[in-house]
């Protein structure tokens, strides 16, 4: 079967050689003549294979607890036990190992390998019960497994594979996901904030510039246009940011010197691989590979320009003292005169205020302080929480943070609440609950 497929267009590799050999164990262990979706699935998790853990943890999904599942449920396979003679896929397997090969074809590979082969598994709606199977009652299971059948769960699940692949490429590999400069408009309030009660009276005095600029002189703002928020990483420093835009409904610019500094020391040791590179020439103009230290002078300069172009807005510098972590004292020195060059030039005239989060002041460049920059300081010192209307979880199908009060994800729209499997109740998260409260059951421990 492998030949005639080899023959065909492909040649197989060996981790898809061992997804096919697993997949004829796994059918030989159910009785099975033919091996369909479902034994390739059971195959792949099996397998231990780097791409393949990749591809789930895209998708939202755990590889390692899938796995063991599938050893709750359908039990180890002998994998020593050869079939008598060899088995062939069934209709819907060989649509599975067509798709792969499209996959394949598709991303000009040589060969055809076993993540090929899980991108066609994953998009077949006969998979769909097994992988429901496979989650565990506590676990929120994705929208496109519980709403979506048949042709509609193949739709889906392509939509969902495209749109992971595009944001893959987009961020590269290693490159982190989130940007280094960043505009938005937060939402959050000192509302949604308990404790800290000190550090926001200190503030206020800021929101209120920025709210109301053409009440202020310049003179009477001068010791409130370069804030200094002091404090441990641990105490959400840039939430309580995010509140100060929130509250003074402003734009919020922020440039993240840390991930800027963590991307300059891989530069510098050739540590950022060619496709990471094309991506930041392409998410950033500016970037010069060959020339990093006017890169890091450029970003800085792009970062300023975009606070302008926003005012009234607040500008962020994030991890103001990483700048000390730069290997090498030529870039560490060009940013940090940019960075004195850009506030020096900053239009004072628009209602325009930047605030820097920092652990060791220590660390900071003296010179940049002694010229009169960052002259007003807030130590964050009392410990705050977060109001339990803005608490945020983790959604387990695309990874990132929503509200705790939502009941679906704005970002690939699963369902975050959890039900019981036995009627279909929502579960109330309440601590030491055990049993369902509508049918009594048993499925919370």
């Known amino acids: 079967m492998i030949k005639t497929m080899q023959d065909r267009r492909l040649a197989f590799s060996s981790s898809a050689r061992a997804v096919v050999r697993g997949a004829e164990r796994e059918a030989l262990h159910m009785h099975a003549s033919t091996y369909h979706p479902e034994h390739l699935f059971l195959s792949i998790l099996r397998l231990d294979d780097e791409l393949d853990?990749?591809?789930?943890?895209?998708?939202?999904?755990?590889?390692?607890?899938?796995?063991?599942?599938?050893?709750?449920?359908?039990?180890?396979?002998?994998?020593?036990?050869?079939?008598?003679?060899?088995?062939?896929?069934s209709k819907e397997a060989q649509e599975c190992l067509d798709w792969a090969m499209a996959f394949a074809e598709q991303r000009h590979c040589s060969e055809l390998r076993a993540d090929h082969i899980l991108l066609g598994v994953l998009r077949h709606p006969q998979v769909q019960p097994l992988l429901l199977l496979l989650f565990s009652p506590g676990e929120v299971i994705p929208s496109y497994l519980n709403e979506e059948s048949g042709i509609a769960y193949t739709n889906a699940m392509d939509q969902l594979i495209q749109i992971k692949?595009?944001?893959?490429?987009?961020?590269?590999k290693h490159i982190s996901n989130s940007p280094m400069v960043k505009c938005e408009r937060p939402t959050v309030t000192f509302a949604d904030i308990l404790g800290a009660n000190t550090v926001k009276q200190e503030l206020h005095s800021l929101i209120a510039y920025l709210r109301y600029p053409q009440l202020y002189q310049?003179?009477?703002?001068?010791?409130?246009?370069?804030?200094?928020?002091?404090?441990?990483?641990?105490?959400?420093?840039?939430?309580l940011v995010h509140a100060i835009a929130g509250e003074a409904v402003v734009s919020l610019v922020s440039l993240s010197l840390s991930k800027l500094v963590n991307l300059i020391n891989a530069l510098a040791v050739?540590?950022?691989?060619?496709?990471?590179?094309?991506?930041?020439?392409?998410?950033?103009?500016?970037?010069?590979?060959?020339?990093?230290?006017?890169?890091?002078?450029?970003?800085?300069?792009?970062t300023f320009d975009l606070a302008k172009n926003w005012a009234p807005c607040l500008l962020f510098l994030e991890d103001l003292d990483a700048l000390s972590r730069l290997e090498n004292k030529e870039y560490r020195l060009a940013l940090q005169r940019q960075l004195g060059v850009e506030l020096d030039a900053l239009d004072w005239q628009l209602p325009t205020a930047v605030i820097a989060t920092v652990y060791k002041p220590e660390n900071l460049d003296p010179a940049l302080v002694e010229v009169g920059h960052f002259?007003?300081?807030?130590?964050?010192?009392e410990s705050y929480a977060v109001h339990p209307a803005a608490q945020t979880k983790l959604c387990l199908s695309c990874k990132q943070e929503v509200l705790a009060a939502w009941h679906y994800c704005v970002y690939c729209g699963a369902s975050l609440v959890k039900t019981c499997p036995h009627c279909g109740a929502p579960h109330v998260e309440v601590e030491g609950a055990r049993y369902c409260s509508?049918?009594?059951?048993?499925?919370?421990?």
């Open 53 to 89: 853990a990749s591809i789930f943890s895209l998708l939202g999904m755990d590889i390692r607890a899938l796995r063991r599942m599938a050893t709750e449920v359908v039990g180890n396979v002998e994998i020593g036990r050869p079939a008598k003679h060899e088995m062939h896929p």
């Open 375 to 381: 002259n007003r300081r807030v130590t964050l010192s």
């Open 165 to 172: 692949i595009r944001e893959h490429k987009r961020v590269g």
């Open 218 to 239: 310049r003179s009477r703002t001068t010791a409130m246009e370069e804030t200094l928020l002091v404090g441990h990483p641990c105490t959400e420093r840039t939430l």
């Open 438 to 445: 509508s049918c009594g059951s048993d499925v919370w421990s």
């Open 270 to 302: 050739d540590m950022v691989d060619a496709e990471d590179l094309a991506w930041l020439e392409q998410e950033y103009p500016v970037f010069l590979r060959d020339d990093l230290a006017q890169t890091a002078r450029n970003l800085l300069h792009v």
